[in-house]
Every structure is written in structure tokens, then in C-alpha cells.
């Protein structure tokens, strides 16, 4: 086994790993491996903590840290770190080798100076290499209430001490949206690699039609295309063969959910008043695929 720095010549092969190792892992495809060949150029990339690992001259591994920031309750800004994608083949999970990547990787970063690295990840596997979840550290996740235990948003001081009497929110960096800021480049850089059927399945982030919230949880509630390919952005009921199925603006597409208060409250621990739910809707539509 070997780690060491990629290189150009490593991109190609890295990316097709990143994009085998994530396959319908967290979603439907996957987008990681645009992340990482968007990612080489941007600005908060650090090529001294981008490594690949090889086994019998192969790449198996791979990981890349990025800067990030801790915006403090003063309004400060500390400086802080990030990582992922990681990948490891197929072929060699669950053997070790990702924790072997991983502490590779984190002893060099403590060699530079990395105060402390922020991420989403589980816990049972990330403890293992000294991560706990982050709001025990008085850090907090920006997408999350403050008060919130986020079980998936992890920390660790790789300098200790760096956040002795810090209180502040961590906020991802935006490179890695890049799949969603710019879908139409990254379907064109999708289809230079071999075609791979996407699948909705268990153990994925939850996933919701872009239209009008509604939970995905197999292919067959999504959408269909023309050509018959499924579209795991839409439900059936919003999308069909190309087009949307109603013409409505935003506010019509609330009125018209609202409709359905009674269906969704059969899923609810606790029913929804119509005021409720027509406020929840105005909090989540907005931020969906169509709608933004």
C-alpha cells in the first residue's frame, strides 16, 4: 500500500473512482466526483492535503481537504478545515483501508497547521479516527437550529485547544454545490463517462420531488421522461414525459398541496393545522429545483 499526492496524470482515473465508490450510495447517481474536478481550481483547494492511495499499483483511495470557516456568535470568522470527497473502491470497503487514508491524511494536516476539520459523516465510523459530533464542541451546523445535536455533523480538533471558548456556526463551502449551481455542465461533463443506472433505494439522504416536496422513497414514485428514463428530481404526479404536468406559479403549487393535508398527516407524529402546513410549505418550496 502506498500514499502519496495526486497528480494530473491521476484526474481521470480519481474521478471515475470518486464516482464508483458514491454510485447511489447518498442519492439516486451520484455528484462527487464534478465536486472534485471542480474543485482542483478552486481557490479554498489545498493540493498539499490531496492524496490517492495505491494497492499493487492501482488507485484504490483517494481524499482532498478544502478550507472552510467557523462563523463565531461575536461575528468572527475562525478559520477552519473540511474533507471528502473520500472514496475507496468498491472492491476494498470495509477491509480498512479508508481509516488508513484518513489518518494519512489528517497527521499531514496537523503537520500544516489545520486547526480543526468540520464535516458530515457517521459517527461510528468517524470516531474511529477522533471525530465526535461537532455540537459538543459548541459548534454548530448552518443548515440546522443551533440548539440542535446534529448526529451527522462531526468535529475534530486537530490542534487541541483551537476552539477553547469558541461558539459559532460552521458553514460548508459553497464549491460543494457546484452539481447544483450548474446542472447543465455537469450533465455534459455525466455523460462523458460509461452510462450507470441511477436507482432511488434504502439507506440513501432522503430524497423529495423538486416540485412539490413530496417524499421520494423508490423509482417507481419518480417521474418518467419521454424516452422512458426515470427522473428522480420529480414525483409522477408533478412530471411526466418532458414536461410539468401543471402549469402553476409557486403560490398555486402551495394551494395546491395544501389540498392533500390530510394524506400527509397520516405520515406525521403529530397532526398539522392547515396554517401549519401551508407555512411549511412556504419554508420549503422555495428552496426546491424548480422553484429556485
Given amino acids: 500500500m502506498n500514499i502519496r499526492l495526486e497528480t494530473p496524470d491521476d484526474y481521470r482515473e480519481v474521478e471515475n473512482l470518486t464516482r464508483e465508490a ?10 462527487e ?7 482542483r481550481n ?63 491524511a489528517i497527521d499531514r494536516a496537523r ?6 476539520l468540520c464535516m458530515e459523516g457517521n ?8 471525530f465526535v459530533v461537532a455540537s459538543t464542541l459548541n459548534i454548530h451546523y448552518h443548515a440546522e437550529p443551533a440548539e ?11 490542534q487541541p485547544g483551537y476552539l477553547q471558548g469558541i461558539e459559532g456556526t460552521y458553514h460548508t463551502p459553497a464549491g460543494y454545490y457546484v452539481a447544483d449551481q450548474k446542472p447543465e455542465a455537469f450533465a455534459a461533463y455525466e455523460a462523458t463517462f460509461p452510462a450507470k443506472e441511477k436507482h432511488l433505494q434504502a439507506g440513501q439522504l432522503p430524497q423529495f420531488c423538486q416540485s412539490c416536496g413530496m417524499p421520494l422513497t423508490a423509482d417507481a414514485d419518480c417521474a418518467q421522461e419521454a424516452d422512458g428514463t426515470i427522473n428522480h428530481d420529480y414525483c409522477k404526479y408533478c412530471y411526466r414525459d418532458g414536461r410539468f404536468l401543471q402549469d402553476l406559479t409557486l403560490e ?10 390530510d394524506e400527509v398527516n397520516k405520515q406525521m407524529p403529530h397532526p398539522l393545522t392547515p396554517e401549519e402546513y401551508r407555512q411549511m410549505l412556504s419554508n420549503l418550496l422555495p428552496q426546491l429545483k424548480r422553484w429556485r
Fill in 22 to 31: 458514491f454510485w447511489n450510495v447518498y442519492r439516486p447517481g451520484c455528484t
Fill in 33 to 39: 466526483h464534478y465536486v472534485l474536478n471542480q474543485y
Fill in 42 to 104: 478552486n481557490p479554498d483547494f489545498i493540493p498539499e492535503l490531496d492524496f490517492v492511495m495505491e494497492h499493487e499499483g492501482r488507485i484504490i483511495g483517494h481524499v482532498m481537504f478544502s478550507k472552510a470557516q467557523i462563523i463565531q456568535t461575536n461575528g468572527n470568522v475562525l478559520p477552519a478545515w473540511t474533507f471528502g470527497p473520500i472514496s475507496i473502491h468498491p472492491d476494498y470497503k470495509r477491509l480498512g483501508y479508508g481509516l488508513k487514508l484518513l489518518t494519512h
Fill in 111 to 116: 503537520q500544516l497547521g489545520v486547526g480543526v
Fill in 123 to 130: 459517527i461510528d465510523f468517524y470516531r474511529h479516527a477522533g
Fill in 148 to 158: 440542535a445535536e446534529v448526529p451527522y455533523f462531526l468535529a475534530l480538533e486537530v
Fill in 252 to 261: 398555486q403549487m402551495i394551494d395546491h398541496c395544501a389540498l392533500f393535508l
